[in-house]
């Protein structure tokens, strides 16, 4: 982690004057942390905390948790909760995997991960059939996160896949085959719902929706949740959507808090508590290929993403989520016992 990081971040609206409802990709402005009235000293106050939190552990799986994140849209945060919250488990303490399935290789750029033409990737493990740990990196900013990167020739996988054995289940054998501990493995998606997608829907068990707070956001989920149950039925029983987080929130408009009123009315118990802010600084980071966890870790961005993997790691092992406590009091399972601050012997 950079230790020159600016600790407070901006937390003041640099645009005053009344919010708009445009949608997209307007990144212009910061929206206010978690909390609404916090001045930018309580906002320090609470990276530290967080980060220090950090260092207290969450608890660790007992299985490595593979989490799709899907959503057909494009631009609607996958790339961008893919790996922020990749970053956050890490520095939670676990030990976290990301997989680009997206041409574009988006995440493996915010990561800090070279993925010209000529570096082995998923393509070659998906197509030629090369082992995952022949094409996995460590990214260098957080300790216990890799990378498995995309390259533009993963454009040409969804066509040359379909005469291939086996097509829809390559990369569940290929992690199947993977055998450094993993606490997490996050899959981010492209923005379509053919063959890789549905390489990664057989690969893993949870499915992690981002929703964007904006128009339409729930247009088109129906495709994506129907996909989901046609895989489960024929490929993958354990498949499941178990996560749904709320992006680019921004507080202000009422848009915003109606959407996430009926997402959470649609969605109920899966949406997560936490949902994370508009952030200019989230948007810069990808930039210096790096996650707003290293590249502004007080900034209410870098905030919310530590939250929400907070909030999935208890999740996961069935602990209740509380946002004002720390989890660690009054909780005694098996699981908090073992936590991913432990370490691990490898
Ligand atoms: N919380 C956020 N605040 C501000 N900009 C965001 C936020 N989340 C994502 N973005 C920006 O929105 C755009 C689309 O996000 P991205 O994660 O690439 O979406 P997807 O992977 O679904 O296509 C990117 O430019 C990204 O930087
Ligand atoms: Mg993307």
């Given at each position: 982690?950079?230790?020159?990081?600016?600790?407070a971040g901006p937390m003041t609206?640099?645009?005053?004057?009344?919010?708009?409802?445009?949608?997209?990709?307007?990144?212009?402005?910061e929206t206010p942390p978690p909390m609404d009235d916090t001045p930018i000293?309580r906002a320090a106050q609470l990276a530290?905390?967080a980060?220090?939190?950090?260092?207290?552990?969450?608890?660790?799986?007992?299985?490595?948790?593979?989490?799709?994140?899907?959503?057909?849209?494009?631009?609607?945060?996958?790339?961008?909760?893919?790996?922020?919250?990749?970053?956050?488990?890490?520095?939670?303490?676990?030990?976290?995997?990301?997989?680009?399935?997206?041409?574009?290789?988006?995440?493996?750029?915010?990561?800090?991960?070279?993925?010209?033409?000529?570096?082995?990737?998923?393509?070659?493990?998906?197509?030629?059939?090369?082992?995952?740990?022949?094409?996995?990196?460590?990214?260098?900013?957080?300790?216990?996160?890799?990378?498995?990167?995309?390259?533009?020739?993963?454009?040409?996988?969804?066509?040359?896949?379909?005469?291939?054995?086996?097509?829809?289940?390559?990369?569940?054998?290929?992690?199947?085959?993977?055998?450094?501990?993993?606490?997490?493995?996050?899959?981010?998606?492209?923005?379509?719902?053919?063959?890789?997608?549905?390489?990664?829907?057989?690969?893993?068990?949870?499915?992690?929706?981002?929703?964007?707070?904006?128009?339409?956001?729930?247009?088109?989920?129906?495709?994506?949740?129907?996909?989901?149950?046609?895989?489960?039925?024929?490929?993958?029983?354990?498949?499941?959507?178990?996560?749904?987080?709320?992006?680019?929130?921004?507080g202000?408009?009422?848009?915003?808090?109606?959407?996430?009123?009926?997402?959470?009315?649609?969605?109920?118990?899966?949406?997560?508590?936490?949902?994370?802010p508009?952030s200019?600084r989230?948007?810069?980071?990808?930039?210096?290929?790096?996650?707003?966890?290293?590249?502004?870790?007080g900034s209410s961005g870098s905030l919310s993403?530590?939250e929400?993997?907070?909030?999935?790691?208890?999740?996961?092992?069935?602990?209740?989520?509380?946002?004002?406590?720390?989890?660690?009091?009054?909780?005694?399972?098996?699981?908090?016992?073992?936590?991913?601050?432990?370490?691990?012997?490898?």
């Amino acid at each position: 982690m950079r230790s020159d990081a600016n600790i407070a971040g901006p937390m003041t609206d640099p645009v005053p004057g009344p919010r708009t409802e445009s949608a997209g990709e307007d990144v212009s402005r910061e929206t206010p942390p978690p909390m609404d009235d916090t001045p930018i000293g309580r906002a320090a106050q609470l990276a530290v905390e967080a980060l220090g939190r950090a260092g207290e552990g969450l608890p660790r799986p007992e299985q490595t948790r593979v989490m799709v994140v899907a959503n057909q849209k494009g631009g609607v945060g996958k790339t961008t909760t893919t790996v922020n919250l990749a970053a956050s488990l890490a520095l939670h303490g676990a030990r976290v995997l990301v997989i680009d399935l997206d041409p574009q290789g988006n995440a493996s750029t915010a990561l800090g991960i070279d993925h010209h033409a000529e570096v082995p990737s998923i393509y070659d493990v998906l197509v030629e059939s090369k082992p995952l740990s022949e094409v996995v990196q460590p990214v260098t900013d957080v300790e216990g996160l890799f990378c498995a990167p995309a390259t533009i020739d993963l454009a040409g996988a969804e066509i040359e896949l379909v005469s291939l054995v086996a097509r829809e289940s390559r990369l569940q054998k290929a992690i199947q085959g993977y055998e450094q501990p993993l606490d997490y493995i996050l899959i981010d998606c492209p923005p379509s719902l053919g063959l890789l997608t549905v390489n990664a829907l057989v690969a893993g068990a949870e499915v992690l929706i981002p929703i964007q707070c904006e128009y339409y956001a729930l247009e088109g989920l129906g495709q994506l949740l129907r996909n989901v149950d046609l895989v489960r039925g024929h490929l993958n029983p354990e498949l499941h959507v178990s996560t749904i987080l709320l992006t680019m929130y921004d507080g202000r408009t009422r848009l915003a808090s109606q959407v996430a009123d009926e997402v959470r009315s649609h969605f109920g118990g899966e949406v997560l508590r936490t949902s994370i802010p508009r952030s200019v600084r989230i948007s810069e980071a990808p930039s210096y290929g790096q996650t707003v966890l290293t590249y502004d870790p007080g900034s209410s961005g870098s905030l919310s993403y530590l939250e929400a993997a907070r909030e999935i790691a208890l999740r996961g092992v069935g602990v209740q989520y509380d946002p004002q406590h720390p989890h660690i009091a009054g909780q005694n399972t098996q699981q908090e016992q073992q936590s991913m601050s432990e370490g691990r012997s490898e």
